[in-house]
């Protein structure tokens, strides 16, 4: 058996892996990048990158189609799926050709196939032949990911799917039935809104987005009805049946009434169990908690010092961006940088359903859980120029502020790019800001963070372009 050794190894070359791993060879550490798919992981390739070219595109056919409010007339708009799923195709190989070329210039040594501890300090790589090799390290970074959880009597197959069969699909189905009322359900249930389905929704809770201010879901929901989409919450799928050649979703309602969903594609939805099962962690001594995740401290080592975990298999938030700082992180700590730590005061996270939903900090209902006295701003974009300008005023950005000390605490955004608020107010959040400083802070006009200002000035009631109370 062919025997390499490094001094540090990834397992994982999605935003995480990848991004730990250029590091690492950017601080001269010999390193390798374990990867058993295609480099990029799950978000380049079949998540965060082709969902959201999938978003845009569908998107761009709702404007086309509502053009006509412009006075621009466009008829004819068809949809040609294959032709969308190569140009999908084309930005994701673009993309993971890039990480690729960068992984390499910085000195990176890529090996593909399925890795394996042997102990804490070695491993070995399975690839697509069956060829073995053992591969001996000083430290390693775990970065393999989550994969999507699934149901016994949802049967995956050609019109049942997860996201990745979802995001695969090169036709529009008449009717789209999505279970889960989740993000990855509701992103790519409204894309194929957009395009031309029938959307039905299948939540367990008594909410879509679980955990998101309900007051910002309600402009999702009343979007999803707009465009003639069906939800159903306190609703569990029960399983499939076939009639007359059309499946269909069996359901119940919390009350017990049994419905049927005419589905010609069902989209399961409903989370994801992180991928620590598949790589031999018992011979490694790694332990894991009830929630199959790897306990990991500021550095993200594990219970194994000289082995880290970063991303989905190191626990909530599942967000690409919160891998790749981690990967950082634990980059820098095995090279030697002891003062490299996982110290993150404000998580942004967004949805991009339609419209779109952000948030970053202590949402409202979060805040007055821990008992804070906050004064909340608000600010429609019904009043914002850019808004308007764009015939996008649907939902609105809000700040939650600590009612002693002014101190920004979270702020919540619904609409169409919504996701572009975001970064500001993270940094906000991460510097200390009050509302007062935003508010303080001239934004360019017009453009979308100025409905932030606006909603700063809400909070004190000095907000200029609505009516304070």
Known sequence: MATESYQLVVIGSGPGGYVAGIRAAQLGIETAVIEEDRIGGVCLNMGCIPSKSLIYASGLVEKIRHADQMGLTVEGVEIDGKKMQAWKSGIVKRLTTGVGFLLNKNGATVIHGHAEFTSPTSLTVKDADGNVKEITFEKCIVATGARAATLPFLPLGENVVTYEGALDLDRVPETFTVVGGGVIGLEL??????????????????????????????????????????????????????????????????????????????????????????????KAGLEIDDTGHFPVNAHRQTNVPNIYAIGDVAGLPWLAHKASKEGIVAAEHAAGKTDSVYDVRAMPAAVFTHPEVATVGLQEHEAKAEGRDVKVGKFPFTA??????????????????????????????????????????????????????????????????????????????????????
Do not use: C
């Open 189 to 282: 249930g409204t894309v194929f809104q957009r395009l031309g389905s029938k959307l039905t929704v299948v939540e367990l809770l008594d909410q879509l987005l679980p955990g998101t201010d309900p007051e910002l879901v309600k402009v999702v929901e009343r979007s999803i009805k707009k465009g003639k989409g069906k939800i159903h919450l306190q609703t569990s799928a029960k399983g499939i049946e076939t009639k007359d050649g059309k499946q269909f979703l069996v359901a119940e309602k919390k009350d017990g009434k049994r419905i049927e969903i005419e589905s010609d594609v069902i989209l399961v939805a409903i989370g994801f169990k992180p991928n620590s099962d598949r790589v031999g962690r018992e």
């Open 384 to 469: 914002l120029g850019r808004a308007l300008s764009m015939g996008a005023t649907e939902g609105f950005v809000k700040i939650i502020a600590d009612a002693a000390t002014d101190e920004v605490l979270g702020v919540s955004a619904v609409g169409y790019q919504a996701s572009d608020l975001i970064a500001e107010a993270t940094l906000a959040i991460e510097m200390g800001a009050t509302s007062e400083d935003i508010a303080l802070t001239v934004h360019a006009h017009p453009t979308w963070p100025e409905s932030l200002m606006e909603a700063a000035e809400a909070v004190h009631g000095h907000a200029i372009h609505i009516l304070n109370p």
